[in-house]
């Protein structure tokens, strides 16, 4: 099989969900360890992972809003995640 550079490789939706819920389980044990407490360091690391998935799917070249599930979908769910745990922890603090 040829790949060229203008057509990436797509994955399965299953092995694209298995790597979404991969790397949240990796962030969230990294943000138990966080000395900022657990909701800030998960925020922090949440906003990394949504630049990592951006730069990453802009590298291959991944059409958005396409059939399958691509690392521009990655981005939105944890986009989702961290808008989430952002609400999470400033209604806690205040």
């Keep these: 099989m040829i790949v060229s550079a203008d057509n990436p490789v797509e994955l399965s939706a299953a ?52 059939a399958g599930l691509n690392h521009w979908d990655e981005l939105a769910g944890y986009l989702a995640l961290y808008c989430a745990v952002m609400t999470l922890t400033t209604s806690a603090g205040s």
């Design 15 to 66: 092995r694209v969900l298995l790597r979404f819920g991969l790397r949240t389980v990796i962030l969230v044990v990294f943000a138990s360890f966080g000395s900022i407490g657990f909701g800030r360091s998960l925020a922090a690391l949440l906003w990394m992972t949504v630049i990592l998935c951006a730069v990453l799917a802009t590298l291959r070249r991944e059409r958005a809003f396409t």
